[in-house]
């Protein structure tokens, strides 16, 4: 192999490298807020949400889970315009990842709510809370300390999974990527640079989310 | 010589010395009873036996042969000595057949017949011939450990290591795996058991063998043991009971 | 301009439905053999080993799909073969693949009571004996529905191997969406053929798991 690596070109391009860093990480923020969010519903709908909701949850869960984030994200941004839905790429990508998130995080929570323990509705119904009262106060916050982790990983996949959102001409990382090697056609190193930026991003939104539970689900002092 | 020669054995975990030279002769044909307060050291003593913890100084050999922490001397000390557990532990996908044939199988490559055959025996010893085919989870926990004792004695152990074998049980099953045991010691096999069963140590042991934060504190035939406590430590831990 | 009718797009996905499940195949048993190599090295007792099967997961679960598939086909292209796209696509999803197996099967492997590994040790067993009589066939029990769950995944990760040209599935849906101007149509029924081959999985995994749970609970 008489291929020599260089990597003290790619300084050049770090101003490129640096907004599409920023730009994926402002997706996966919009992504995990909304997504969760919308799992967290999606989770009460089919935990404990009213009849004629739960099959509509179910449908778009399986949908979601069953077909690729890529095809998702065209079916959005090319198909959507068909039926007068127009947006541009950034929203179309943000609004792919908080459907796409909130799918997987529905099942995960549900999974955390299933896991409560039967006295702890009837403990709250007990104190005269409704349903939606004893969701709120005492179930939720252990249900989502159970799965935390399982949370985390799938938040961390879906920021893996936004590098695909390049192809809708949206500048993230790997936009920059690909347009480092376009311009300077010494490929390997400009994806062996980028992917080592994700691997970093990775590493840090764990700890990151790590914290979060840690503030989330930390007992309040004794006094 | 004895059977099972222990000697100034020190096990630790961490800064946490939980056995703090350890003495112990066992004759063959012997019954001890190991008592003494939860976290003495009791499972800590029997499992080094085995060789499931290494030992950090001290020395374990039976009928003559060291415990030493590879696995070839490690495979002939269990040769020698099986071991009965709190929980059983029976290999759930096997059958109570199966549970027993395994290890003649594979660690002493008994033909298959004659390794079923020996496996009959065994479950017929426990009475439960009529399980042969039964899975661990078709079984009651009392069923459940007389098989593990059929799995450890097609094995031809010369001793076995019990611990707390009825603790796991419902009080009505007690009485199956006791019976079982004492036929055993009946027949002359070495036992060396944890347990809470004073009448039975009472009644079958040899000898009682009461530890106390990591010591062997008192030693003796159970009449004198039971009926005239030396220490403060074993008159509190019998008037607790 | 020609006329496109519903069925000639259906035709023209279905047929490259086909590549989308033979890559598939072979990501699932090329990932499967190497992540049982991986999981070998990580349970044994060799110190490099483990820490070169942890670092390898490290590194394919930390970094998008998408960048392993540039690599390999770049990467590959340092050579100076010219690579084909569905080379570089079969071995970045079976390296990645194999990275999530790995993790999958290892936790199987460490739900196999404590107790178990004891018993078997107890009657003589080596630690090889131990791990093949009495640990994998209980680990294997429990892989099964976490197994048969991920390969949905490996469905839907080939959909990004359409990026770096390799024509199946997801490619075939831009081309024709491209000559027909019907994307909504197009997308859809390339999402619905996706759910064809995934939803099965996922159901039949759902399923062994609950068959699982419930002969567990009657110990
Ligand atoms: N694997 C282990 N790691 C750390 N500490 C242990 C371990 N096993 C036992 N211990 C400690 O050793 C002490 C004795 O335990 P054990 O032998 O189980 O007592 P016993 O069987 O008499 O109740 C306890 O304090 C226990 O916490
Ligand atoms: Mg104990």
């Given at each position: 192999?008489?291929?020599?690596?260089?990597?003290?070109?790619?300084?050049?391009?770090?101003?490129?490298?640096?907004?599409?860093?920023?730009?994926?990480?402002?997706?996966?923020?919009?992504?995990?807020?909304?997504?969760?969010?919308?799992?967290?519903?999606?989770?009460?709908?089919?935990?404990?949400?009213?009849?004629?909701?739960?099959?509509?949850?179910?449908?778009?869960?399986?949908?979601?889970?069953?077909?690729?984030?890529?095809?998702?994200?065209?079916?959005?941004?090319?198909?959507?315009?068909?039926?007068?839905?127009?947006?541009?790429?950034?929203?179309?990508?943000?609004?792919?990842?908080?459907?796409?998130?909130?799918?997987?995080?529905?099942?995960?929570?549900?999974?955390g709510i299933e896991a409560t323990p039967r006295g702890q509705f009837e403990a709250g119904a007990s104190l005269a809370m409704t349903r939606f009262e004893t969701f709120r106060y005492v179930v939720l916050l252990p249900a989502l300390k159970r799965i935390w982790p399982a949370l985390s990983s799938q938040i961390?996949?879906?920021?893996?999974?936004?590098?695909?959102?390049?192809?809708?001409?949206?500048?993230?990382?790997?936009?920059?990527?690909?347009?480092?090697?376009?311009?300077?056609?010494?490929?390997?190193?400009?994806?062996?640079?980028?992917?080592?930026?994700?691997?970093?991003?990775?590493?840090?939104?764990?700890?990151?989310?790590?914290?979060?539970?840690?503030?989330?689900?930390?007992?309040?002092?004794?006094r | 010589m004895s059977l099972i020669e222990i000697t100034e054995v020190r096990k630790s975990f961490g800064p946490n010395e939980v056995l703090k030279g350890i003495n112990l002769d066992i004759e063959p044909g012997e019954v001890i009873a190991i008592?003494?307060?939860?976290?003495?050291?009791?499972?800590?003593?029997?499992?080094?036996?085995?060789?499931?913890?290494?030992?950090?100084?001290?020395?374990?050999?039976?009928a003559g042969a060291q415990l030493l922490p590879d696995e070839l001397h490690l495979k002939a000390l269990r040769l020698k000595v099986g071991m009965i557990f709190q929980q059983f532990n029976l290999f759930p996908h096997l059958t109570a057949g199966g549970n027993v044939i395994l290890s003649q199988a594979v660690v002493k490559k008994t033909p298959k017949p004659e390794a079923e055959a020996i496996a009959r025996q065994m479950l017929d010893r426990v009475g439960l011939a009529a399980k042969f085919d039964a899975y661990p989870d078709e079984l009651s926990g009392g069923q459940q450990q007389r098989v593990a004792i059929a799995r450890a004695l097609a094995m031809r152990p010369i001793a076995l290591l019990c611990d707390e074998i009825t603790s796991a049980l419902d009080p009505e099953l007690v009485g199956e795996v006791l019976a079982v045991v004492r036929s055993l010691a009946a027949e002359g096999m070495t036992l060396l058991m944890v347990t809470h069963e004073m009448k039975f140590a009472r009644d079958v042991c040899s000898r009682v063998v009461f530890m106390h934060h990591g010591k062997v504190h008192e030693i003796g035939r159970p009449e004198a043991v039971f009926a005239n406590p030396q220490t403060p430590e074993l008159k509190q831990f019998l008037g607790m009971l | 301009?020609?006329?496109?009718?519903?069925?000639?797009?259906?035709?023209?996905?279905?047929?490259?439905?086909?590549?989308?499940?033979?890559?598939?195949?072979?990501?699932?048993?090329?990932?499967?053999?190497?992540?049982?190599?991986?999981?070998?090295?990580?349970?044994?007792?060799?110190?490099?080993?483990?820490?070169?099967?942890?670092?390898?997961?490290?590194?394919?679960?930390?970094?998008?799909?998408?960048?392993?598939?540039?690599?390999?086909?770049?990467?590959?292209?340092?050579?100076?073969?010219?690579?084909?796209?569905w080379l570089a696509a079969g071995v970045a999803l079976i390296a990645w693949t194999a990275a999530f197996l790995v993790e999958i099967w290892r936790g199987c492997v460490e739900s196999v009571a404590s107790g178990q590994?004891?018993?078997?040790?107890?009657?003589?067993?080596?630690?090889l004996q131990q791990m093949r009589?009495?640990?994998?066939?209980?680990?294997?029990?429990?892989?099964?529905?976490?197994?048969?769950?991920?390969?949905?995944?490996?469905?839907?990760?080939?959909?990004?191997?359409s990026i770096i040209g390799f024509v199946e599935l997801s490619k075939a849906g831009s081309v024709v969406t491209n000559a027909t101007f019907q994307p909504f149509t197009v997308y859809g029924l390339v999402a619905l053929l996706y759910f064809a081959l995934c939803w099965p999985l996922s159901k039949s995994s759902q399923i062994l798991e609950r068959k699982l749970n419930v002969a567990h609970r009657n110990h």
């Open positions: 192999m008489s291929y020599h690596f260089n990597f003290g070109w790619l300084l050049v391009y770090y101003p490129e490298l640096l907004k599409g860093t920023w730009v994926t990480i402002q997706l996966i923020l919009i992504g995990a807020v909304f997504g969760v969010s919308l799992g967290v519903f999606c989770a009460w709908v089919r935990a404990l949400g009213p009849a004629w909701l739960k099959p509509i949850v179910s449908v778009y869960v399986e949908l979601i889970r069953n077909t690729p984030f890529l095809i998702q994200l065209f079916f959005i941004f090319f198909g959507l315009p068909s039926l007068g839905l127009q947006m541009g790429e950034t929203s179309a990508a943000n609004l792919a990842m908080i459907i796409n998130l909130g799918a997987y995080s529905c099942e995960i929570i549900r999974a961390v996949i879906v920021m893996l999974g936004s590098s695909v959102v390049s192809q809708i001409a949206v500048e993230d990382l790997t936009f920059a990527a690909n347009f480092i090697q376009s311009r300077s056609f010494r490929a390997f190193e400009a994806y062996f640079v980028s992917t080592f930026i994700y691997l970093t991003l990775a590493i840090l939104l764990r700890l990151l989310l790590k914290f979060i539970g840690g503030r989330l689900f930390q007992r309040k002092a004794a | 008592i003494g307060k939860s976290g003495s050291g009791k499972s800590t003593l029997l499992r080094c036996i085995n060789g499931l913890e290494s030992i950090n100084s001290g020395s374990i050999s039976v | 301009m020609t006329q496109f009718t519903l069925w000639d797009i259906f035709r023209n996905l279905l047929l490259a439905t086909r590549w989308t499940i033979l890559l598939s195949l072979v990501s699932f048993l090329g990932g499967g053999i190497l992540g049982l190599i991986l999981l070998f090295m990580r349970i044994g007792h060799n110190r490099a080993a483990q820490f070169f099967s942890k670092i390898y997961v490290e590194i394919f679960q930390g970094t998008p799909l998408l960048m392993q598939l540039f690599l390999a086909f770049f990467g590959l292209g340092l050579f100076g073969i010219n690579v084909p796209a590994w004891e018993a078997a040790a107890s009657l003589g067993m080596g630690y009589y009495v640990i994998l066939p209980q680990a294997l029990k429990i892989a099964v529905a976490p197994t048969v769950g991920f390969s949905v995944q490996v469905i839907k990760g080939t959909a990004l191997t």
